[in-house]
């Protein structure tokens, strides 16, 4: 290993004063050899020579602490003598200080002030809820065309966005439900007990679940499965640019990827509704069996009556919406991955955000408009 | 100490599966050289360049850098053998959510513990050096044109001043233009820093304008390792078919 280097002030012999280079002048070396220019005591003479035929080694980012050092000279006015450098060495450094890059150099650009920052960010936002907009109606005029001409429809895609989004999220949103079924049955029924109210533990397990949490939870569990896999997906074939050459094979890439991801979920999501309706009352029929004694027969007498055909469908009748949105935010954050691998995944997170985001206010929308229609 | 070997490889095999890549392949550079390893798709030039790198280990077969064997090499000695070379890979390969100068800084400020302000600095040299604009320091990779993207990833090969350069397909996807460019870059470097180059390329030019010597890679076996003039003219039916195409028949008689 070379020796760690060193710049010192010697005698050099001919009487003037002397800075002596020694050890591996070297890119590993550099913070060592930085502080010693900052704390480096100049002799008090108008003429230095240093001696570099002590020197070990050298390499660009040795020369460029000698170029600093030579640089330092002339802006103290002392005249400098060069002594014992070899000539490959006297031509690396010249090949830097070529390069004029000095002691200091611009600093990164400043980030914008905190006002800035919210000013565009508003802008941002905006910007982007009106490219929304604008993706939402391109994707409706594609689907009226294929409307127009159903053997643009692509059957295939559709049904494999069917099976993924749909029969593979059947365990997950089934076991997520149940335990949902389980903890409400559990909550309530501790309250229901202390009034002698057991029976109403169904009214509560059933309408819940049947009209909010089974198409709240499901959407939320398909947002961040399917959503985000839509997202990297199409973002992933932007980089690639396999978008690109579908647009100039005179494929449609709305026709051939967001509208079989749209219908499919838009049929895959109230299924895995119904299935989690039933997988959280069935949670709720384990708990309230085992802790109040109310089970399935009693689940069957009272279902009828505290679940009105209405507040079922109203139940069943978010979930196509939460497709649509869910779908829709997917393939267009998808669509605004730029050429970058840290694209794919700030996309992907603002997909999943933005899909629950809008699902859950959607669905307060939902709540307010119910009301006041008085359903 | 001049012939002394960076690189040795000795018969190297690699099978991926049933198909075997490398059957037997065995050569060296000496310091200061620049060598290029050709063949045609598929022959395994690229596989052979992650091995001599440490990417991929061969099945059997030994691989000296700098006199060390590195196809047994592990955890920290290998990776104080990866800080004594720089590797430029095919398309950069740069951290896409990194300026420029903070992507030449990073081999810096992690190996060399610099602080921000002289790791900075040291990464307008090295952009500098190899002759990018200053303004691209605080670019993207996203934001930079093919060349400028090339020499980018060159200057973070070169932060850490290494011994030895590795450049995979350096001139893929350039224009003749920025190819040559880039080409002269490399001689430039190689004079001033005394580097020593290994690179794998299809690029004719390329081969006759810089390579010392080049190794042609066919068959899992070395065809032919000599200089380009005398490559040329190997009797060797596949060395014969890349040298003796249209283009490298037109380049070989602007040489004479």
Redesign the interface.
């Known amino acids: 290993m070379a020796q760690a280097p060193i710049l010192e002030s010697a005698e050099c012999g001919d009487g003037l004063p002397c800075l002596r280079l020694t050890g591996a002048w070297t890119t590993p070396h550099l913070a060592s050899l930085d502080s010693a220019l900052a704390h480096l005591r100049w002799p008090a003479s108008r003429q230095v020579v240093i001696d570099a035929s002590a020197l070990e080694r050298l390499d660009t980012g040795g020369a460029w602490v000698l170029h600093r050092l030579l640089t330092a000279a002339d802006h103290r006015q002392v005249e400098v003598q060069l002594q014992g450098l070899s000539l490959e060495r006297q031509a690396l450094l010249e090949l830097v200080r070529r390069q004029g890059i000095g002691a200091a150099v611009p600093g990164p650009p400043r980030p914008p002030g905190g006002l800035e920052q919210l000013g565009r960010l508003a802008i941002e936002q905006v910007g982007e809820g009106i490219s929304l907009l604008a993706f939402l109606g391109q994707v409706w005029l594609a689907f009226l065309g294929n409307l127009a001409r159903p053997s643009r429809i692509r059957w295939r895609s559709l049904l494999a966005v069917l099976d993924g989004a749909g029969l593979d999220a059947v365990p997950i949103v089934a076991l997520l439900s149940f335990l949902v079924g389980v903890v409400i049955a559990y909550q309530g029924g501790v309250q229901l007990r202390m009034y002698g109210a057991n029976i109403y533990v169904v009214d509560l397990v059933a309408l819940s679940m049947v009209r909010e949490l089974a198409p709240l939870m499901t959407a939320i569990i398909v947002a961040g499965r399917t959503g985000s896999a839509f997202t990297a997906e199409i973002g992933t074939m932007q980089i690639t640019q396999e978008v690109d050459a579908l647009r100039s094979l005179g494929l449609p890439p709305l026709d051939l990827l967001v509208l079989p991801k749209i219908f499919g979920l838009i049929l895959a999501l109230p299924l895995l509704t119904i299935l989690a309706d039933v997988a959280g009352i069935a949670g709720g029929i384990v708990m309230s069996a085992a802790m109040l004694g109310v089970g399935v027969s009693d689940y069957q007498d009272r279902i009828p009556q505290a679940v009105s055909l209405a507040s079922y469908l109203i139940g069943l009748g978010k979930a196509p919406v939460f497709a649509a949105i869910i779908a829709l935010v997917g393939c267009f954050q998808g669509f605004r991955v730029s050429n970058s691998a840290d694209s794919v995944g700030r996309q992907t997170t603002v997909s999943v955000v933005q899909a629950i985001f809008l699902v859950i206010v959607s669905n307060a929308a939902f709540s307010v408009l119910f009301s006041a229609l008085g359903i | 100490m001049a012939n002394e070997h960076i690189i040795e490889v000795e018969e190297v095999r690699t099978a991926f599966g049933t198909s075997r890549v490398h059957d037997g392949i065995s050569f060296s550079v000496r310091r200061g050289e620049i060598v290029g390893v050709l063949g045609g798709s598929g022959s395994g030039k690229s596989v052979l360049l992650r091995e001599i790198i440490l990417l991929h280990r061969p099945d059997t077969g030994s691989i000296r850098l700098f006199g060390r064997e590195v196809t047994r090499l592990e955890g920290t000695g290998a990776n104080q053998l990866r ?1 004594r070379f720089g590797v430029v890979f095919q398309s950069g390969a740069l951290f ?2 990194l ?1 420029v ?1 903070e992507n030449i800084a990073v081999p ?1 400020r992690e ?5 921000r ?2 790791a ?3 990464a ?3 952009i ?2 190899v002759g990018l604009p ?1 303004d691209a ?2 670019k ?3 934001q930079l044109s093919g060349g400028m993207t090339r020499r980018a990833a060159l200057a973070r090969a ?4 290494p011994e030895c350069l590795f450049l995979d397909e350096p001139s893929a996807g350039l224009d003749p233009v920025s190819a040559e460019g880039f080409d002269s870059l490399i001689l430039q470097l190689r ?4 580097l020593t180059v290994l690179l794998v390329t299809h690029d004719l030019d390329s081969i006759w304008r810089i390579c010392d010597r080049a190794a042609f890679i066919g068959h899992g076996r070395v065809l032919g390792f000599d200089t380009p003039e005398a490559l040329s003219r190997s009797p060797e039916p596949l060395v014969r078919d890349y040298f003796g195409g249209v283009r490298g028949r037109a380049l070989r008689e602007i040489r004479e």
């Open positions: 800080r896409s959510g300026t100068a810096l190996h060399l513990g610099l602080d302000a002289l900075r600095t040291v307008f040299l090295k500098a050096l200053l320091a605080d993207y990779p996203g070169l932060a850490l001043d004079e001033s820093l005394g």
